[in-house]
């Protein structure tokens, strides 16, 4: 069964679908994109991830190819197309094709694509499998809220932990920790659930705000503050999230073990819910 793309326009096999040399997405990394995840043959929190893609899109200076609805509906459109029931779609807007140069081109030609692609669906308990961190200095540039296709220093990052035999990598900035290579970062101390506020540094997730929303509706105290590694790592529960991953707990971060070794009652209990949420999104 053909992986199916949507690129400018043109619905294609992914294996098919090409780009310029020149495409300033591919020379310059001037681009940004989104990553939603399909349940059920449903995008969830689609509305979401295009304001985001439009917030990105405005601070790199790049105008929408194509208005935020007509782009939800040939998503729509494309995902029923492909026959994926549990997968994700991506999507990406770049500057389009123009001679090298790094002023931006006279006539803007945006390439704007998206594809549909399966994942495994997420197990029904996921408490048995825990995450290991790794701490990593933040050396990123000053606009982490921009959802951008300018990833190395994530990558680096991810492949450091990898290679260190941690399955995620978190950065550091100032001595506070921020967010996760690909994840925002959430942690647990005496029942009230902490997150780096949103800014410069950390990136606005949407799997992030939908669990702050399920947090406050399930009476669970939030703050969004900075918190040092130190003390993050003294908390009693730290979980990630990401779209593709829901939440994952962790068990170790650095040499230090978090908690008792299991999943705790706050994770558990918000799991519980975002999982709530999304079964109620796919009855409407």
């Not at 995450?131 to 200095?137: D, G, I, M, R, W």
């Amino acid at each position: 069964m053909p992986e199916w793309c949507w690129l400018n326009g043109q619905v294609l096999p992914l294996a098919d679908a090409k780009v310029s040399v020149e495409d300033r997405g591919f020379q310059f990394a001037d681009g940004v994109y989104e990553a939603v995840r399909l349940y059920d043959g449903k995008p969830f929190e689609l509305g979401m991830h295009l304001e985001r893609l439009e917030r990105s899109c405005g601070g790199i200076r790049l105008p929408l190819s194509i208005s935020r609805e007509t782009l939800a509906s040939e998503i729509l459109k494309l995902v029923k197309h492909s026959g994926v029931r549990d997968g994700y779609v991506y999507l990406q807007m770049t500057r389009g094709a123009s001679a090298r140069n790094h002023c931006f081109p006279a006539q803007l030609k945006p390439t704007t694509l998206f594809y549909v692609r399966e994942l495994p669906p997420l197990p029904k308990e996921e408490y048995e499998r825990a995450y290991t961190l790794l701490s990593v200095p933040d050396e990123r540039w000053n606009r982490c809220w921009i959802k951008s296709i300018g990833l190395i220093e994530n990558v680096l990052a991810r492949n450091a932990a990898m290679d260190a035999g941690a399955d995620e990598a978190i950065f550091i900035h100032e001595g506070n920790v921020t967010e996760g290579s690909s994840s925002n970062l959430f942690m647990v101390q005496k029942g009230t659930l902490i997150t780096h506020p949103l800014g410069s540094r950390i990136l606005a997730g949407v799997t992030r705000e939908v669990l702050l929303r399920c947090a406050r509706g399930n009476g669970i105290p939030v703050q969004e503050r900075a918190m040092k590694l130190e003390d993050a790592k003294c908390c009693a529960e730290v979980f990630i999230t990401s779209s593709t991953r829901e939440l994952v707990w962790v068990s170790k971060w650095d040499e230090a073990s978090i908690g008792d070794g299991s999943c705790g009652p706050v994770t558990k209990k918000l799991h519980d819910a975002y999982r709530q949420c999304v079964s109620d999104a796919l009855r409407h």
